[in-house]
């Protein structure tokens, strides 16, 4: 029959326990613990709704697990880390506690009911475990009140995969890059901000964001996004506080032709904004629907000193609205751009001027700095529509420049992850080869340790057999122990042929 053993709350190994069954140690990371007294696959069903986000259903069943056995420290120790939302991340090589809740009004762990409790109806040697652990998520949990104290706010949230790098996450750098970058708005993006972070920290901070940002824009590009329990708990969290502020805003990002708009969680589909990633305008669009929430003033800025443009002064006005564009002032260039299409619609340089004012850029040149190609923006499609050949030639070279930059950076990542990669994989061979000499130097002792008893057996049993003076029976049995002992001589050397090479 099956045998259902206890997981282990730190690696997910499975966790033995001693002759008595009090004690269990876990078999991949050697932490132990009291063995709980309840039932285990409840303990093993809270660990699993803790790893994956669902801190209030394991919270009730450890609560459930605690009523039913009170003096079961186990159950009050799974009840605090689901409390204080602790989850064990891989954090270089080693597991460490990092804090998921917003843990404010939550005192110390080591002073909460739960911990006194686990504490109290533990035996010596596993009180000593829980207080050392405990001391560690005590510092996890003083470094998230430090971060949840913080006074800023962001303006955008973009919510990508836990641990994603920022080249893996294109949709997400292209949006940063493109928010700060050209909005000059403040943003939260993991990938980019907490890079340098350890594991602690990131999720601090990403629970401080999830609090006090604006706009929440999660894109679901494969439909494991849609069932990732990091990305529902996020979610969770960041649409609660729309019940306490209408100005916080929600825009789903998904990609129609890998996720079906069904599949996104039930929570946001009733958004009135839902962009698909995968359309010719989505950037432009998410873009212009966040600026007109965070800018509102930008729309409405109408210069009174633009007068009714004719044919004869539109060359004049081109001067003045590229002059705009030197002096940053990007609205009333933008206001100037439209009155010279009002005049000419098909006057290339209005539109590379709009593209210019949208970017906040100052002069054409800056086209090649921008962080993507401009081949799907509206304004450069018809700069090119309409441009001679000697404009379309220098515009496609300014867009030549971005997509030549992104290949170096690309290549040059590229060639930096191959670089770590053969590294890491030669340190890894190293150390393989320094087991296998070390292994094979244990096999040698223990060989030695079996073989030189025998040995030491068989040359006295030889030296007797070499008398003359023995009876014939004492003669039998010394050659029939010679026997036994040249065979388990030889099957320890078949036990060991590595050891020979």
């Given amino acids: 029959m099956y045998e259902i053993r206890l997981v282990c709350g730190i690696c997910g190994g499975d966790i033995k326990p001693d002759e008595n069954g009090a004690v269990g140690s876990c078999v991949n990371c050697g932490s132990s613990g009291m063995y709980p007294k309840g039932d285990i696959k409840i303990f093993n069903r809270i660990t699993y709704l803790r790893n994956t986000f669902k801190f209030d259903a394991a919270e009730k069943l450890a609560k459930k697990l605690t009523e039913a056995n009170p003096a079961d420290s186990a159950a009050y120790w799974a009840l605090m880390l689901c409390e204080y939302g602790i989850q064990y991340v891989r954090d270089g090589g080693k597991r460490v506690p990092v804090c998921r809740k917003d843990i404010s009004a939550l005192p110390a762990p080591k002073e909460s009911a739960s911990y006194k409790s686990a504490a109290a109806n533990a035996a010596d040697d596993v009180r000593a475990k829980y207080e050392a652990l405990a001391d560690t998520i005590e510092d996890t949990v003083s470094l998230t009140k430090t971060i949840l104290a913080q006074d800023k706010s962001y303006d955008v949230f973009i919510l990508s995969p836990e641990g994603v790098a920022v080249e893996d996450d294109l949709d997400g750098d292209k949006i940063y890059l493109r928010f700060t970058s050209n909005l000059n708005f403040s943003v939260f993006y993991a990938p980019e901000l907490l890079k340098e972070a350890d594991a602690a920290e990131r999720a601090a901070q990403t629970t401080f964001a999830l609090k006090h940002s604006r706009i929440m824009l999660p894109s679901f590009r494969t439909s494991s996004n849609c069932h990732d329990g990091y990305f529902e708990y996020a979610v969770k969290i960041f649409c609660a506080e729309l019940q306490s502020s209408k100005d916080k805003l929600v825009f789903p990002i998904f990609d129609s032709s890998a996720v079906k708009f069904q599949q996104i969680p039930e929570c946001l589909v009733y958004c009135e904004n839902v ?227």
């Fill in 275 to 501: 962009f698909d990633c995968s359309e010719d305008e989505f950037m432009r669009e998410i873009s212009d629907k966040v600026e007109a929430i965070l800018k509102p003033e930008v729309n409405a800025i109408v210069p009174e000193d633009i007068v009714t443009a004719t044919a004869a002064n539109k060359e004049n006005l081109i001067k003045r609205a590229y002059m705009f564009l030197e002096d940053g002032e990007f609205d009333t260039a933008d206001s100037y751009f439209d009155k010279i299409l009002d005049i000419d619609i098909e006057d290339s340089r209005a539109y590379i001027g709009k593209l210019l004012a949208e970017c906040k850029l100052r002069n054409e040149e800056a086209i090649a700095s921008l962080p993507q190609t401009v081949t799907d923006d509206k304004n450069f499609k018809k700069a090119l529509r309409f441009a001679s050949p000697e404009q379309k030639a220098h515009y496609e070279a300014l867009n030549n420049a971005i997509v030549k930059r992104i290949e170096d950076e690309r290549r040059e990542i590229a060639e930096q992850h191959a670089k770590l990669k053969a590294e890491r994989e030669e340190k890894e061979a190293i150390e393989r080869a320094r087991r296998a000499r070390q292994e094979k130097e244990e096999r040698k002792l223990l060989y030695q340790r079996r073989r030189d008893p025998m040995r030491k057996t068989l040359l006295e049993v030889q030296a007797e057999l070499a008398k003359a003076l023995i009876t014939p029976k004492r003669r039998k049995e010394l050659q029939e122990q010679e026997a036994t002992l040249k065979k388990n001589l030889k099957d320890l050397d078949d036990l060991f042929p590595d050891i020979f090479d």
